[in-house]
C-alpha cells in the first residue's frame, strides 16, 4: 500500500498468487467508502481524493487471506 500517507491516491500490490482479490476501504467509523476488485495482475490504483482527510482502514481479500491496514489521507 503505497504511498502513505497519500493526498488522495494509493496503489496496492499484491503477490500473483493472490491476484483477482476484493478492495473494501472503510472510514473510522465501519462506514464503506469503497469496493473494486484487483486488477488480474495483482494491483489497484484507489482514488480517496473526495473524502475527507483522516485514517481510512482498507481490507484486502485474496485467496481465502484478508489482510488490513491503514491508509491517511492528507
Do not use: H, Q
Amino acid at each position: 500500500l503505497w504511498p502513505n500517507p497519500t493526498d488522495g491516491v494509493f496503489n496496492i500490490t499484491l503477490n500473483e498468487r493472490l491476484a483477482n482479490g476484493n478492495v473494501v476501504v472503510r472510514d473510522v467509523s465501519g462506514r464503506t467508502i469503497l469496493e473494486t476488485k484487483m486488477n488480474e495482475d495483482g494491483t489497484a490504483s484507489i482514488n480517496l481524493s473526495a473524502c475527507e482527510k483522516g485514517i481510512y482502514l482498507v481490507e484486502v481479500s485474496a485467496g481465502g487471506n484478508i489482510t488490513a491496514g491503514n491508509v491517511i489521507r492528507n
